[in-house]
């Protein structure tokens, strides 16, 4: 069936450097995508979001990118904090309603 | 704005009990979902409801699990007979609209569930 799934379990990054989380996608009519942060014993926070008819939105420190073409879906946190450190992941959404679907999860750890 | 609540945040059955979790969506929110997470492991959507209406049923169990959004009061879902495997962490999201970005969903902060 279609999945979202991520590339690397975990990630550990030293303080004040930029993380890079992957994830891939294999529903081709996912429309929307979603990042989430979820520390732990909390529910998934979210962070951003892009439609696919973008390739690129950017937040706070943050900056989602789109590559339909590979299907792959990127969160780039720059100058990560100890507070970055958690769970994230993607989830995609193609219908008409929010049935989103997540991924594994990446555990970013920030290495003070 | 008050976020997603939900209670109890930690309930503690033995085999064969009824669990009840509670959902209180945000303000102005109509809409209600359901997701199951196991330790380590992503989030598994269960049910989406509306008031007084079970739109999508698909990812729950169709044995033992029923949930419900009343057109007063929180959303339900209740877990009869609870076995050792329907520990897990609990979470309710809600969102506004299904129109463009107003369906992002909101999650509260779960109810973790221990079968004994």
């Known amino acids: 069936g279609e999945s979202v799934g991520l590339h690397l379990p975990t990630l550990s990054v030293q303080e004040g450097d930029n993380s890079i989380i992957n994830c891939a996608y294999s529903?081709?009519?996912?429309?929307?995508f979603i990042w989430y942060k979820q520390e732990s014993g909390k529910g998934p926070q979210f962070i951003i979001d892009?439609?696919?008819?973008?390739d690129k939105r950017q937040g706070q420190r943050v900056t989602v990118l789109l590559n339909k073409t590979v299907k792959h879906l990127s969160l780039q946190i720059a100058a990560t904090q100890p507070g970055d450190s958690a769970v994230y992941f993607c989830?995609?959404?193609?219908?008409?309603?929010?049935?989103?679907?997540f991924g594994t999860g990446t555990k970013l750890q920030v290495i003070p | 704005n008050a976020g997603v609540m939900q209670n109890p945040r930690h309930l503690v059955r033995r085999r064969g009990q009824e669990a009840r979790l509670r959902c209180s969506p945000m303000k102005g929110h109509s809409h209600v979902y359901w997701y199951r997470q196991l330790p380590e492991e992503g989030l598994k959507f269960m049910v989406y409801?509306?008031?007084?209406?079970?739109?999508?049923e698909s990812g729950m169990p169709k044995e033992r699990f029923s949930a419900e959004f009343p057109k007063e009061g929180p959303s339900i879902l209740r877990i009869q007979q609870v076995v050792r495997g329907d520990s897990a962490a609990y979470f309710c999201?809600?969102?506004?609209?299904?129109?463009?970005?107003?369906?992002?969903?909101?999650f509260g902060p779960g109810t973790r569930l221990l079968v004994l």
């Open positions: 529903n081709s009519a996912s429309d929307y």
């Open positions: 409801l509306q008031k007084e209406n079970i739109i999508d």
């Open positions: 989830a995609e959404n193609s219908g008409g309603y929010q049935k989103v679907t």
């Open positions: 892009i439609r696919s008819n973008m």
């Open positions: 999201a809600s969102s506004p609209s299904i129109a463009g970005l107003e369906k992002t969903q909101y």
